[in-house]
Antibody, heavy 123, light 107 residues
């Protein structure tokens, strides 16, 4: 069973860049039919999809964050990463890395989640 | 963006009750609708995909239905483990969007 684990700083200063990495185990990030997404959840709030990457490197970002987001993949390490630039307090949230299943009857359902990592933006 | 709206936002029920949660999309999304359960301090868990397909390992008391703009998640007989927040998510078009959630509490 695939497992995902986020890593990265839990505290980022305003105007700096938030950087997180997701390590995938129990399956290959290069498997066709799966996209690799980042989703965030502000404290006590709902879920916001940030964007995804396919193993080929193709990406799609939420237009609300597009100007500040880069998602990349490192197939050799079975990892994908998130960079969010020019952060403010409004970017304080729990960040999840997620497998987006687009295979075998699924249609972009988020079927495997990391445990999440809380990122606080504060000086 | 497609807006997803839950009703109710919160619900109190008892163990053994039959519970229905509704999710409405701002435009037709065919059956591109997924349901998740989230418990405090935990990541969401996929329950139902493409409106009515039960995710592997999810108890059969959970079921989903609907198409177009109106969808329902039904729990046939509430168990203590089911008290949580439930989210719908549309996968019809990017950006994928979630509803604001329905919090299911013990009466």
């Amino acid at each position: 069973q695939v497992q995902l684990q986020e890593s990265g700083p839990g505290l980022v200063k305003p105007s700096q860049t938030l950087s997180l990495t997701c390590t995938v185990s129990g399956g290959s990030i290069s498997s066709g039919g799966y996209y690799w997404s980042w989703i965030r959840q502000h404290p006590g709030k709902g879920l916001e999809w940030i964007g995804y990457i396919y193993y080929s490197g193709s990406t799609y970002y939420n237009p609300s964050l597009k100007s500040r987001v880069i998602i990349s993949v490192d197939r050799s390490k079975n990892q994908f990463s998130l960079k969010l630039s020019s952060v403010t307090a409004a970017d304080t949230a729990m960040y999840y890395c997620v497998r987006d299943n687009d295979s075998s009857g699924y249609y972009h359902a988020f079927d495997s989640w990391g445990q999440g990592t809380l990122v606080t933006v504060s000086s | 963006d497609i807006q997803m709206t839950h009703s109710p936002s919160s619900l109190s029920a008892s163990v053994g009750d039959r519970v229905t949660i509704t999710c409405r999309a701002s435009q037709s999304i065919l059956t591109s609708l997924n349901w998740y359960q989230q418990k405090p301090g935990r990541a969401p868990k996929l329950l139902i995909y493409t409106a009515s397909s039960l995710q592997s390992g999810v108890p059969s008391r959970f079921s989903g239905s609907g198409s177009g703009t109106d969808f329902t998640l039904t729990i046939s007989s509430l168990q203590p483990d089911d008290f949580a927040t439930y989210y719908c998510q549309q996968s019809y078009s990017t950006p994928y969007t979630f509803g604001q959630g329905t919090k299911l509490e013990i009466k």
